[in-house]
């Protein structure tokens, strides 16, 4: 983006009503272009929120983060530059570069970079805090010539790898990837000296745009896929299967294949951290079964879900995937080697994202694996990610089992001991709450979605209630699949969220969650935040059912309403008080 660009970007409005985003930039130089790209950045990344975006004062770096401690939660930006650690580490202020006094340096920076963690830990548990390391070159302050690394930089430098390394270990910490800043950003291009004497801003244009898209993209930080299809020939392997046969395929660097192996190896180990893997091939179902069970790939045949092999459309098979997974298009990405059947799922599911597997060549091979780690890549794997394949299967299981010609649905609801568990601690919030906020479509009150700050604005307001729910059966544990919160209001409650996985539905684990809100407030109605969206079917047909209307806007319903209502709720309910 050009500066002339950003400045138009930033003319765009949001909608009358928008949320409000707020950002706190902590840096210890004059914000100048940077602080103009990176709003231009966040409109683009928020185009539906107002935004806020303050700055602290010059040279003080340690005291913009001090100064935050109380305050209510916003987005915290941190930019750390060499002279916020020792200012004659800068080019502003003349302190001495002689040998006698880099010891010395050394010193003081250990101690202002001990400062400046100990104060991002602090705010870090009532902020989302974006944080970056020194990005600009140390000055010739080193003895050594510029080719040769110095004890000193290497000391320098390993102060910050070990600050960047704790903070990051945190869980409301992002740090920007330095490796993804010197791809788009030379290191050499980046400190603007006229720049940083005449006006106290270092950066040049180029270095300044590049940083603050990165920095903005983290604070968008978008909701990663949930399931991955792949074709097998050309793809997962290298060969066609029908033609080579079992023996023929290769994924090694011994068969010039090692793209195939790592791919593997990729998908793999997304399966691990809980991404659905399916297979959609044209092929022959029994040749393929035997190259699992003799070749043994990297990526195990167990973990996939599920695999259909046919001679159909690839459309058709991957219709029969995402009903299976019970997840819309857009949560999905496609990767198939041949662009006319990835042209032919996309006319047939638009939202799914299609990526090429590329034939023979390398350099293009490895950028789908960090095309496809950028898309499913997330803060951190939680319980119900790691089980989050086999109850997605057995959720399978218990839906045939609902089958008329099998049983009932009301013998099978009694037959399979459901447990739901219910949390209304908030304190600290448990990060799966924000996750099903965020993610969940079908099953949503009204769509809306919250930052991580804005979310624990939402919760520190002593009057707003949450309660998560987690299910298990005979089937297996689900997890934390539900989520309400809101506040209630003297002889009512008001709902401001609702939502639920899809994993969850047709248990009736929503008729026990509101059932269980009317005893446990002892109220005689139930108000609802409802808005109507494209894809919230599930709940408009649950409140149809309760109601026998389709309502566009909020609600309300009475408990008696409910107790008329509600079909028999075979669940076990306990309440988690916590410790």
Not at 152 to 168: G, H, P, Q, T, Y
Not at 541 to 547: K, N, R, V
Request: proline share 6%; charged share 25%.
């Amino acid at each position: 983006m050009k500066l002339i660009e950003a400045l138009e970007t930033l003319k765009r409005r949001p909608p009358a009503q928008s949320p409000l985003l707020e950002v706190q930039l902590a840096c210890g130089f004059t914000p100048l272009h940077f602080l103009t790209f990176l709003k231009a950045h966040l409109r683009r990344q928020f185009p539906e929120h107002a935004l806020a975006i303050g700055t602290g004062l010059f040279g003080d770096l340690l005291g913009d983060v001090r100064r935050l401690r109380g305050k209510p939660p916003c987005v915290v930006v941190v930019v750390m530059e060499w002279q916020d650690l020792d200012p004659r580490l800068g080019l502003r202020q003349l302190g001495g570069w002689g040998p006698r006094q880099l010891s010395n340096i050394i010193r003081d920076v250990r101690e202002q970079a001990g400062r400046i963690t100990d104060s991002i830990e602090t705010i870090s548990e009532s902020h989302t805090v974006t944080l970056a390391a020194p990005t600009l070159p140390l000055p010739p302050i080193a003895l050594t010539p510029s080719w040769q690394s110095s004890s000193f930089e290497n000391d320098i430098r390993d102060v910050v790898a070990s600050v960047v390394a704790k903070l990051s270990r945190l869980p409301r910490v992002r740090v920007v990837s330095s490796q993804r800043l010197d791809q788009i950003s030379v290191p050499g291009a980046r400190l603007d000296v006229k720049s940083e004497l005449d006006f106290g801003f270092p950066y040049s244009l180029l270095h300044a745009d590049a940083f603050a898209g990165l920095i903005a993209r983290i604070i968008r930080d978008p909701l990663p896929k949930k399931g991955l299809i792949t074709d097998l020939d050309h793809t997962l392997w290298k060969g066609i299967l029908g033609e080579v046969n079992v023996e023929g395929i290769a994924w090694d660097i011994d068969e010039h294949a090692q793209q195939h192996g790592l791919y593997q190896q990729l998908l793999a180990s997304l399966a691990e951290a809980g991404i659905l893997i399916a297979v959609a091939s044209k092929n022959d179902p029994t040749l393929v079964e035997e190259a699992f069970r003799r070749r043994s790939p990297i990526l195990h045949r167990k973990q996939i879900f599920p695999l259909e092999i046919s001679w159909g459309a690839k459309s058709e098979s991957i219709s029969r995937i995402l009903r299976a997974w019970n997840l819309g298009a857009d949560s999905v990405v496609f990767v198939d080697d041949s662009p006319l059947e990835l042209a032919e799922v996309k006319a047939a599911h638009p939202e799914i994202e299609c990526l090429l597997f590329p034939q023979d060549d390398e350099r293009a091979a490895y950028q789908l694996l960090q095309d496809v780690r950028d898309l499913f890549g997330k803060q951190c794997i939680c319980a119900e990610d790691e089980i989050r394949a086999e109850s997605t299967r057995t959720s399978q299981a218990a839906a045939e089992a609902t089958e008329p010609e099998r049983s009932s649905s009301e013998d099978f609801l009694r037959s399979i001991g459901g447990k739901l568990t219910l949390s209304f601690s908030k304190n600290p919030p448990d990060p799966r709450a924000l996750e099903l906020i965020n993610k969940t479509n079908q099953f949503n009150l009204n769509g809306r979605r919250h930052t991580e700050s804005s979310w624990m604005d939402y919760l520190n307001d002593p009057k707003v209630f949450l309660l998560l729910g987690a299910y298990e059966d005979k089937f297996g544990p689900l997890g934390k699949i539900a989520v309400m919160a809101g506040r209630q209001d003297g002889d009512s409650f008001l709902v401001d969220y609702w939502v639920m996985s899809c994993r969850a539905l047709s248990r009736r684990i929503e008729q026990a969650c509101l059932r269980h809100l009317f005893r446990k407030f002892g109220v005689e109605e139930a108000n609802f935040d409802f808005a109507l969206t494209s894809r919230n079917g599930p709940i408009q047909a649950f409140f149809l059912e309760l109601t026998g209307i389709v309502t566009l806007k909020s609600f309300s319903i009475s408990k008696q309403q409910l107790l008329d209502k509600c079909p028999a709720v075979y669940l076990q309910i306990e309440e988690d008080f916590g410790e």
